[in-house]
């Protein structure tokens, strides 16, 4: 089994910046692609930025430019640098992982418990 414990959300005026981070832990062989997704109230879950194990990231439309994914391999750890906040950031963050728990095994993908972010005007 595989945990994704996030943390650092909160309530930031708009303009401002807050960093997510979410830590995997458990039966972890590798981790590939390893990714942040919102979810607002009344709204689809949509994909933010995804970053692979080698590095290669891909960003939403509305975040490019103002967000930065980046990830730690070595403690199995993404983050989310949000800078620029705007209020239709504001939404419960998910982080997710594709996971291979052991050596030849299929990979799984894993979901966080949620984060809320809140950008007020």
């Known amino acids: 089994q595989v945990q994704l414990v996030e943390s650092g959300g909160g309530l930031v005026q708009a303009g401002g910046s807050l960093r997510l981070s979410c830590a995997a832990s458990g039966s972890i062989f590798s981790i590939n692609a390893m990714g942040w997704y919102r979810q607002a109230p009344g709204k689809q879950r949509e994909l933010v930025a995804v970053?692979?194990?080698?590095?290669?990231?891909n960003y939403a439309d509305s975040v490019k430019g103002r967000f930065t994914i980046s990830r730690d391999n070595a403690k199995n750890t993404v983050y989310l640098q949000m800078n620029s906040l705007k209020p239709e950031d504001t939404a419960v963050y998910y982080c997710n992982a594709e996971v291979k728990p052991y050596r030849y095994w299929a990979n799984e993908y894993y979901w966080g418990q949620g984060t809320q972010v809140t950008v007020s005007s």
């Open positions: 970053i692979t194990s080698g590095g290669v990231t």
